[in-house]
């Protein structure tokens, strides 16, 4: 079993930067596949970013390719998300996930994770 806390959101202005922690505990992330998920009010919960339990593969959602970077640091059992020129529309409370390493690719599918933190928010004006 693994416990996911985030932190890092917070209020930014449109074309600025958080930086995105989850750190892990209970067992080392790099038996999962580790994703971000967001939810927008009254919007359902989409996938953000992953990257696989092996750490040579990734994913990113359209919306946030070129803009958004997904990392882990094993030593720490911490994962990132590095989100840049953030827009109005990535305001949102952005979820940590892990799911068990099967598949070279992190999947995209919400029921595909079984460990998920409480959520950190981003705000972001316009």
């Known amino acids: 079993q693994v416990q996911l806390v985030e932190s890092g959101g917070g209020l930014v202005q449109a074309g600025g930067s958080l930086r995105l922690s989850c750190a892990a505990s209970?067992?080392?992330?790099?038996?999962?596949?580790m994703t971000w998920f967001r939810q927008a009010p009254g919007k359902e919960r989409e996938v953000v970013a992953g990257?696989?339990?092996?750490?040579?593969?990734?994913y990113y959602a359209d919306s946030v390719k070129g803009r958004f970077t997904i990392s882990r640091d094993t030593a720490n059992n911490t994962v990132y998300l590095q989100m840049n020129r953030l827009k109005p529309e990535d305001t949102a409370v952005y979820f940590c996930?892990?799911?068990?390493?099967?598949?070279?690719?992190?999947?995209?599918?919400?029921?595909?994770?079984?460990?998920w933190g409480q959520g950190t928010q981003v705000t972001v004006s316009s």
């Open positions: 990257i696989s339990y092996s750490g040579q593969s990734t």
């Open positions: 996930a892990a799911g068990d390493g099967m598949g070279s690719s992190p999947p995209t599918g919400i029921g595909r994770y079984r460990y």
């Open positions: 209970g067992r080392t992330i790099a038996m999962y596949h």
